[in-house]
């Protein structure tokens, strides 16, 4: 199944709250930090923002602009205790996902086996 560039991952709010579990930190940092460390990851800069953005409008996340030396404004976000609860729920449901998706395959390599 071929995705496009904008595709955005179902969980990609949960990997942004585990990035931020890490401590605070900037848009462009958990974009690039996204881009390097996941393995497969398919989303984009305007992916992150509006996740952030709605992570901040549900309370799950707050945000706080810094001055840098720069002299240039930066909004740096933390997790929240309901960001917290969130990635906990996140970590429950992949648990889940990880156990049916272990389980297709290992009865699609027995059905390859019996196909020969």
């Known amino acids: ?3 496009s ?3 955005s991952p179902r969980h990609s709010p949960a990997f942004v709250l585990l990035f931020l579990a890490r401590g605070a930190n ?3 940092a958990i974009l690039k930090m996204m881009e390097e460390e996941i393995p497969c990851f398919l989303g984009d800069s305007s992916m992150v923002y509006r996740m952030l953005q709605d992570l901040e409008e549900e309370g799950a996340v707050a945000g706080q ?3 840098t030396k720069s002299g240039r404004p930066v909004k740096y976000y933390f997790l929240t205790e309901k960001g917290w609860e969130q990635l906990l729920d996140a970590e429950e449901d992949m648990r889940k996902r ?3 998706h272990v ?3 290992e009865e699609l390599e027995r059905a390859k086996k019996n196909k020969k």
Do not use: S
């Open 103 to 105: 389980f297709f395959l």
């Open 26 to 28: 900037y848009g462009g």
């Open 1 to 3: 199944m071929k995705r």
């Open 65 to 67: 602009w810094e001055m």
């Open 98 to 100: 990880i156990n049916n």
């Open 5 to 7: 560039k904008k595709y």
